[in-house]
């Protein structure tokens, strides 16, 4: 089975653009992460989903900032618009219902904002 | 609320060399315990995991962790260290009462040295 895949894996824009990051979590998991990772912070959990609905987003940093599960299959990111301070690598990871905790990452997509 | 502590952010080890890598959490229950691998460029990686049962776990790669309830502590360990072990290391845990969720250590990057 393929993994979580996630596109584009670079991005680089300029300030003021909108971007969207996408994601293919694991067929049959039933939740679905976003993560945000820095030199500065580390890993940070921006929004996660369950079944397709979001649960948690109390990590997404402002309101540039926003996430779709419209199927089970697909997830997006968005930011608009983008700041150089969003420059990061953005990983998308889903796990199924019955695991007791075990991620799966995509390879992450490469942020950078001018 | 749950933490975990890695209290080594960088490593450097010669090859050869035995490998420790610390982490500490901080609850009451019993925890799910991780250890994930990141190679530059790329998603995180699980290396191990421990749910139950026998203490000292093995995971991909000649790595263990030993989970050690006394001290709250889930160090990796390897005997032998290669060069294409250079990587970080997150460690992670979860819990059964708060929906399993991941909470992640800031990860400690390991460098060796030829």
């Known amino acids: 089975d393929a993994g979580v895949i996630q596109s584009p894996r670079h991005e680089v824009t300029e300030m003021g653009q909108e971007v969207t990051l996408r994601c293919k979590p694991i067929?049959?998991?039933?939740?679905l992460f976003w993560y945000r990772q820095t030199m500065m912070r580390g890993l940070e959990l921006l929004i996660y989903f369950n079944n397709n609905v979001p649960i948690d987003d109390s990590g997404m940093p402002e309101d540039r900032f926003s996430a779709k599960m419209p199927n089970a299959s697909f997830s997006t990111l968005k930011i608009q618009p983008s700041e150089p301070r969003d420059s990061a690598v953005y990983f998308c990871?889903?796990?199924?219902?019955?695991?007791?905790?075990?991620?799966?990452f995509g390879e992450g997509s490469r942020l950078t904002v001018l | 609320a749950q933490s975990v502590t890695q209290p080594d952010i960088h490593i450097t080890v010669s090859e050869g060399a035995s490998l420790e890598l610390r982490c500490n959490y901080s609850y009451g229950a019993t925890p799910y315990l991780f250890w994930y691998v990141q190679s530059p460029g790329q998603g995180l990686q699980l290396l191990l995991k421990?749910?139950?049962?026998?203490?000292l776990v093995q995971g991909i790669k000649g790595f263990e962790a030993e989970f050690k309830r006394s001290q709250s502590s889930f160090n990796l360990r390897k005997p032998s260290v290669h060069w294409s072990d250079a990587a970080e290391y997150f460690c992670a845990v979860a819990y059964n009462n708060a929906g399993n969720m991941l909470t992640f250590g800031g990860g400690t990057r390991l460098m060796v040295k030829p």
């Open positions: 990871a889903s796990r199924v219902i019955s695991n007791t905790g075990e991620l799966f």
């Open positions: 067929s049959g998991h039933d939740y």
């Open positions: 421990y749910f139950s049962g026998d203490t």
